[in-house]
């Protein structure tokens, strides 16, 4: 049999939120994981952990969002924290659905929406929290 005429394997492919050949560890805590994904890695009443982060998405949601967005955009396109640690000032929308998709994070739209219009600073606080641990993964901060 010729060699053209050999069936064969296709390697297999990334799954979306992947990283092939770079990122940190999107799963810092081990939690299990089902067919649906997992859960975040803090409850969403964790918030009081990170007091400044708490604060600030109460008095300046935007400023959160922004940098929570620009953290996500350099992992996701640069596989590799911000050095900057999420400089910007723009107002970004479904960014939480950006997330649970990267970590694999159990959820949906209506659940995201909920949540970021019920209690938005803890939401935004949660989404930080769950971006740290990717980036302090990488054992540079």
Known sequence: MAYQDKPYAQQPQATPGMMIGGGGNRN?????????????????????????????????????????????????????????????????????????SRYNIKGGGCGDCCTAFWCSPCELTQESAELELEEKSFGGR
């Open 28 to 100: 810092a805590k081990n939690l299990p994981m089902d067919a649906d994904g997992r859960d975040w890695s803090n409850g969403l009443c964790d918030c009081c952990d990170a007091p400044g982060t708490c604060l600030l998405a109460w008095c300046c949601p935007c400023i959160v969002y922004s940098k929570n967005k620009h953290r996500y955009e350099h992992l996701n396109s640069k596989g590799s924290p911000d050095p900057d640690h999420g400089g910007g000032w723009i107002l970004q929308f479904m960014q939480r659905g950006n997330v649970r």
